[in-house]
Every structure is written in C-alpha cells, then in structure tokens.
C-alpha cells in the first residue's frame, strides 16, 4: 500500500469518534514502515493493550478501524489460525478481535469479530519476512501472489461486513 502520514491514519477511522481517532496512539516510526510490503497497517495501542489498529485501502482510500480484544474471556477465545493471512500460531498468537461496525449499525451497539494474528503482522508472514514462533507457515500450493491477493479478500470481506 502507499505510504501514509498521521494525518491520513488520523481521518481514515470508520468506527469510531472523530475524538477518539485525534487521541488515539499512532506509531512514530511511520517514515520507516515496510509499506511496499503491507496489506494493512496494524498496531497495537501501548497505552491500552485491549485496544489495537489497522489502516488499509479500500476504494483507493485508507480505511481505518478500531478493534478491541474482549479481554476477559481472551483465554477462552483463542484458536491457532489467523482468518486473514491463515499463518498459524499454536502457542496463542492468534485472538479475536471485535470491531464496530460503521455507522448507525455501530452506534446501536453491532460488531463483527475476526481471529487474527495478534501482532498484527499477517502481511509480513505472508512474505516470509516475519516467521511465526512455530518456525514456519504450512506449505501452500499457491503462489506468493495469490497469498497476498487471498489475504486482501479475507481483508475485504471483513470491511464489507462493518459496513452492511
Ligand atoms: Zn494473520
């Protein structure tokens, strides 16, 4: 994806409050992100570790979108595949998380859920580029190619469902 500054992560978020995206943790080291590599921007919020981030493209536009971890029951909710990238993680690293849906549908209260890599780092374990603590992917049949364009629908798919 092009390379974004604050400004644009700042006013890309689709579910949440224009205040809660001005204060909202955004990574410092923007100018050295991988970004010719990354499907989506994702990070985790320091300052609240229910909370965590991702900004990717849609319609030419970034798309932001706040996820929480329902924290009490994390145990409980964990699987071992990513939905997104489908790396797998046995030790844990895989959560759900749970997202507000856009506009009115959100302000009533609906989310949707995802099991994703933790760290928020599908896109460089798509690319070889971060190997899961496993010590390595399942061997795919599919080219690098269709990886990255799988993982874009499973990302797509995800951002339809805010916005139904
Ligand atoms: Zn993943």
Redesign the pocket.
């Given at each position: 994806m092009r390379t974004l500054t604050e400004h644009d992560i700042r006013t890309s978020f689709v579910n949440c409050s224009r205040g809660e995206a001005r204060r909202l943790a955004v990574p410092r080291d923007l100018d050295s992100r991988p970004w010719d590599d990354l499907d989506f921007l994702g990070w985790r919020d320091p300052g609240a570790p229910d909370r965590s981030y991702l900004v990717t493209e849609r319609d030419g536009r970034p798309v932001g979108v706040t996820l929480r971890f329902p924290a009490s029951r994390r145990g409980f909710l964990h699987r071992s595949m990513?939905s997104?990238?489908?790396?797998t993680h046995p030790g844990g690293g895989?959560s759900l998380m749970t997202a507000r849906k856009a506009g009115a549908a959100g302000r009533e209260g609906n989310s949707v859920g995802l099991y994703?890599?933790t760290d928020?780092?599908?896109s460089l374990?798509v690319r070889g580029r971060k190997v899961p603590e496993s010590g390595g992917r399942f061997e795919e049949s599919l080219t690098l190619e269709e990886q990255i364009a799988r993982?874009a629908g499973n990302l797509t798919a995800f951002l339809d469902k805010l916005f139904e």
């Open positions: 990513c997104l990238c489908l790396t895989v994703m890599c928020l780092a599908c374990y993982t």
